[in-house]
């Protein structure tokens, strides 16, 4: 059978945090009563005119710097012409010919998984971004049983940004690791909540298949409105293979737009594709160019932060991490701030990383808590863990430490001091509890003299039990075998 190769292209629609939307100055506030966030503006009524959100200009030139992009210092508005339901000028307003940002590219690690879930041989990969440009977005239609449509225009007139790839992809894993890394850094700018069941952040793909070794591309279908990386993995896979399937029985892959349906692991048409004459593109008559200045694009440079793959490089560098490890840090650029607030109080990196990304996490998320609405302070995590590595306390103290600390937010000493969880650590006090220990027990001695080496674990209990748990483990070790060596 013919070997062939998949070539994927990606379009990303990412939600941008502005108050108000995009032309308008209605609210975008996400789950309000069906139509109440609406106006003649954005309901496209006879004689209202749009004004452009300055904000949303400012999001989507911070979004093209980081993503390698040229910003144009003049871009136009288009309409773009299509007839749904839930758009009622009967276009949109988007850019077309002249965007916001063009020509960028970004370097990711992406490789396939191992059946673990882990990375296998992830290796840097370069991929190219089109363009990035403005746009509104349209509403929402709503299909109930019995065959009828509601339609809410709330979410008209939100604005997005749209991130066009160019069809650098050969898998559904690069694919995947792509979305992903766009995920965290429109995350890292504080431009998009990324919240893909809400419909923040939307994924159309672009696939065709071609036999390998060929330059010439293949018919192409596009997948629209994928809403996690999961689906985006799984509907690419099958479509890959659909039209390998279709090209090997001699069929010819028709171009078109197709849906996954989860229900039955499968993509289904939608409708025919559109070019991008069908659109009907012309320059929106109502808005004035987008011209950006050159202390404006300067200030931007600015305000663009360290970014979740260069942060993940330096705390590899920096903080000994695994790559695994740092990759988990820099999920957020809250979680990666507050690990770094951490270090500085206590220089335990591994330590840390091990707190947060257990007992505290756990417990995030049996509240449904963000690490910003985490009541450990990072101040307070790392005097935890300063005390695990002065001896104050032991590992199991520390757990019912971080419990009270949990729930009330209190100082790690002050609960160390009112629960009496003070580990003992002087020598001469567990040497005169380790002395009653062997004495009291002679056949015990002898068993362990004789070589049943595991009665050490008998000792050691017995200290423990003495002095309410509260005993330093290591101390109480080196004595009692320096005890139990000098008695024979």
């Known amino acids: 059978m013919q070997e062939f190769e998949p070539v994927i292209g990606l379009e990303i629609h990412a939600q941008l945090l502005t108050q108000s939307k995009i032309f308008c100055s209605c609210s975008t506030v996400f789950g309000a009563p069906p139509n109440s966030n609406t106006c003649p503006v954005c309901l496209g009524l006879p004689g209202a005119l749009p004004v452009l959100n300055q904000e949303a200009v400012a999001m989507g030139i911070?979004?093209?710097?980081?993503?390698?992009?040229?910003?144009?210092?003049?871009?136009?508005?288009?309409?773009?012409?299509?007839?749904?339901?839930?758009?009622?000028?009967?276009?949109?307003?988007?850019?077309?010919?002249?965007?916001?940002?063009?020509?960028?590219?970004?370097?990711?690690?992406?490789?396939?998984?191992?059946?673990?879930?882990?990375?296998?041989?992830?290796?840097?990969?370069?991929?190219?971004?089109?363009?990035?440009?403005?746009?509104?977005?349209?509403?929402?239609?709503?299909?109930?049983?019995?065959?009828?449509?509601?339609?809410?225009?709330?979410?008209?007139?939100?604005?997005?940004?749209?991130?066009?790839?160019?069809?650098?992809?050969?898998?559904?894993?690069?694919?995947?690791?792509?979305?992903?890394?766009?995920?965290?850094?429109?995350?890292?700018?504080?431009?998009?909540?990324?919240?893909?069941?809400?419909?923040?952040?939307?994924?159309?793909?672009?696939?065709s298949v071609r036999p390998e070794g060929s330059e010439v591309l293949g018919t192409k279908t596009e997948i629209?409105?994928?809403?996690?990386?999961?689906?985006?993995?799984?509907?690419?896979?099958?479509?890959?293979?659909?039209?390998?399937?279709?090209?090997?029985?001699?069929?010819?892959?028709?171009?078109?737009?197709?849906?996954?349906?989860?229900?039955?692991?499968?993509?289904?048409?939608?409708?025919?594709?559109?070019?991008?004459?069908?659109?009907?593109?012309?320059?929106e008559p109502d808005l004035l160019s987008v011209v950006i200045s050159e202390e404006w694009l300067e200030q931007f440079k600015t305000e663009i932060p360290e970014l979740p793959d260069q942060r993940r490089g330096r705390f590899i560098e920096q903080y000994s991490l695994s790559q695994e490890e740092a990759l988990l840090l820099t999920q957020t650029r809250q979680l990666a701030d507050y690990f770094e607030k951490a270090v500085e109080a206590c220089h335990q990196p591994k330590a840390l990383f091990n707190w947060m990304l257990g007992d505290l996490t756990y417990n995030l998320k049996q509240d449904n808590r963000e690490i910003s609405q985490c009541p450990v302070q990072p101040k307070q995590l790392a005097d935890l863990v300063g005390l695990i590595a002065e001896g104050e306390i032991s590992?199991?103290?520390?757990?019912?430490?971080?419990?009270?600390?949990?729930?009330?937010?209190?100082?790690?000493?002050?609960?160390?001091?009112?629960?009496?969880?003070?580990?003992?650590?002087?020598?001469?006090?567990?040497?005169?509890?380790?002395?009653?220990?062997?004495?009291?027990?002679?056949?015990?001695?002898?068993?362990?003299?004789?070589?049943?080496?595991?009665?050490?674990?008998f000792f050691m209990g017995q200290v423990m039990k003495e002095t309410g748990g509260q005993a330093n483990p290591k101390i109480i070790n080196e004595l009692l075998q320096a005890k139990l060596q000098a008695h024979q």
């Open 62 to 207: 911070k979004a093209g710097l980081a993503l390698g992009c040229r910003i144009n210092r003049s871009s136009i508005f288009a309409r773009k012409h299509y007839f749904y339901p839930d758009l009622p000028k009967g276009y949109q307003i988007s850019q077309y010919d002249l965007p916001l940002a063009e020509d960028g590219k970004v370097e990711i690690l992406t490789g396939e998984r191992l059946k673990t879930g882990n990375s296998g041989n992830d290796q840097k990969k370069t991929f190219g971004i089109t363009r990035v440009h403005l746009e509104e977005d349209a509403g929402k239609s709503i299909h109930v049983p019995g065959g009828d449509t509601h339609v809410d225009l709330n979410r008209t007139g939100v604005p997005l940004i749209e991130i066009v790839s160019e069809p650098d992809f050969r898998t559904s894993q690069e694919a995947y690791d792509y979305l992903n890394y766009l995920h965290r850094v429109l995350l890292y700018l504080e431009i998009c909540d990324g919240n893909m069941e809400e419909g923040s952040l939307r994924c159309d793909a672009n696939v």
């Open 224 to 283: 629209k409105n994928l809403n996690s990386f999961r689906f985006l993995q799984k509907a690419l896979n099958f479509e890959i293979d659909r039209q390998i399937q279709v090209l090997a029985n001699k069929g010819e892959v028709q171009q078109e737009t197709r849906l996954w349906d989860e229900e039955k692991q499968r993509t289904t048409v939608m409708r025919s594709k559109e070019e991008a004459h069908d659109y009907r593109y012309f320059a």
């Open 395 to 457: 590992g199991k103290m520390a757990k019912q430490v971080f419990a009270k600390l949990y729930e009330t937010g209190e100082d790690p000493r002050s609960i160390i001091s009112s629960e009496g969880l003070r580990q003992i650590s002087d020598e001469d006090e567990l040497q005169g509890i380790i002395d009653r220990v062997v004495e009291s027990n002679p056949e015990k001695v002898k068993a362990y003299q004789a070589g049943k080496a595991g009665l050490l674990g």
